[in-house]
């Protein structure tokens, strides 16, 4: 059984008129709408170091907790970096809480990071669950995930591991979407 492809279609009064049957070319539109939001539909958050955020290194929970209200999976995570500092790498880390107090470790199998040899506004963005790094950048290492499904009530937290000197406004986006 193949799956519809996901299309972003528009639906016609002419196709949904009274006392039309529903032909197999406007169920295959529904199925492709669908498709395209199941697939499509992302939720972002970000975990934001403003400023000179060098201060920050070793802080545990930068910007909070994101505590999950149903089943997810990670999608995509992107990082960058406002203005590039003198030195150094910054470097996030993102932990799996399965419970509250109850830090599972890292989501990564390599650490998402950017440094001084970059240029300002430097960004990266991968796939996670295709392994394909979508933006790459000169001075940055694009993640590695091993965990992208949580459970509902399960939380992610975010660390700042290492920060360049005069580095300015980093920061991680996490783009999820619910499943079963």
């Known amino acids: 059984m193949a799956v519809v492809p996901n299309n972003r279609e ?35 958050d970000d975990f934001k170091a403003n400023g000179s955020y060098r201060l920050g290194v070793g802080s545990v929970g930068i910007d909070g907790l994101l505590i999950f209200p149903n089943n997810v999976e990670i999608v995509y995570i992107a990082m960058s970096n406002q203005r590039s500092g003198l030195i150094g790498t910054t470097i996030f880390d993102i932990n799996w809480l399965s419970a509250p107090g109850v830090d599972e470790g890292s989501i990564f199998t390599t650490l998402p990071s950017i440094d001084f040899n970059s240029v300002d506004d430097t960004y990266i963005l991968t796939d996670v669950l295709n392994v394909v790094d979508i933006v790459t950048a000169t001075g940055a290492v694009n993640p590695r995930v091993n965990k992208t499904s949580f459970l509902q009530g399960e939380a992610i937290r975010c660390s700042l591991t290492s920060g360049m000197s005069a580095g300015e406004d980093a920061q991680i986006n996490v783009f999820y979407r619910p499943i079963n």
């Open 10 to 44: 528009l639906l016609f009064e002419e196709e949904t008129s009274r006392n039309n049957g529903v032909s197999e070319s406007l169920a295959k539109k529904f199925a492709g709408i669908s498709n395209f939001i199941s697939l499509n539909q992302l939720i972002r």
